[in-house]
């Protein structure tokens, strides 16, 4: 079992972002988030992606270097990244990190990478995407509580609902407490609170919640 995957996507990856890699973690770089880590010198276990924003002496050069390339269609029913994911899966890792899947200028593809937590968490596996500013999660009712450890860089904790509610929300360690409460995809009550213990904790009894730990920019 390799402990934890890291995926780069083609988004934006802020200063500090590859930091965040490992020695021992396994690398999947997904189409143009090859090129930050070709630049950095990290290795790379795997790539995939139609690469066609990056060019042939890209593809040249993760072959030179003897990188497995899994090269896909351009017109398929799966975003390069969730091919990625489900190839991260098949390796079955403890923990899966998605970085540069949140930057850039296609919102669309930045939703439809946020809801692969669902799939992640699905399998068992924890699921993180991080940039600079954000630490986002899933947790669901199956796993029931999550444990957070105080983060000096992020000032706030937002618990949004991805199911159409969440029972039973229990929180304690921040500044403003739940009980047994219900939280639903239109209202924002867990908007921006603050973590004000080392070490937080947050329960459901039902649905999945997306928690993310965030600072202003």
Do not use: C, W
């Not at 290795?43 to 060019?55: E, N, W, Y």
């Not at 992640?120 to 999550?146: C, F």
């Amino acid at each position: 079992m390799n402990d934890r995957v890291v995926i780069v996507v083609g988004g934006k990856i802020d200063q500090g972002d590859l930091e965040k890699i490992l020695p021992q973690d396994t690398v999947i770089g997904v189409d143009a988030g090859v090129l930050p880590l070709l630049d950095a010198k990290m290795p790379i276990h795997l790539a995939v992606g139609d690469f066609d924003s990056v060019g042939e002496l890209v593809l040249k050069d993760l072959s030179d270097q003897g990188v497995p390339v899994k090269h896909l269609p351009m017109a398929k029913d799966v975003t390069d990244t969730y091919f990625a994911v489900d190839e991260a899966l098949l390796q079955s890792p403890s923990e899966l990190l998605l970085l540069g899947a949140l930057g850039g200028t296609r919102i669309d593809h930045a939703l439809a990478n946020l809801v692969l937590l669902e799939k992640i968490e699905a399998a068992g596996v924890k699921g993180i995407i991080s940039n600079h500013d954000n630490n986002i999660r899933l947790l669901t009712a199956e796993k029931g509580m999550m444990t957070l450890f105080k983060d000096q860089r992020f000032r706030y904790v937002s618990l949004l609902a991805l199911t159409d509610q969440v029972e039973g929300v229990t929180i304690t360690g921040f500044a403003y407490s739940l009980t047994n409460a219900i939280l639903t995809r239109v209202d924002s009550l867990g908007i921006s609170n603050e973590q004000i213990e080392a070490e937080a904790f947050i329960q459901i009894r039902s649905g999945k919640l997306i928690i993310i730990e965030s600072r202003d920019g």
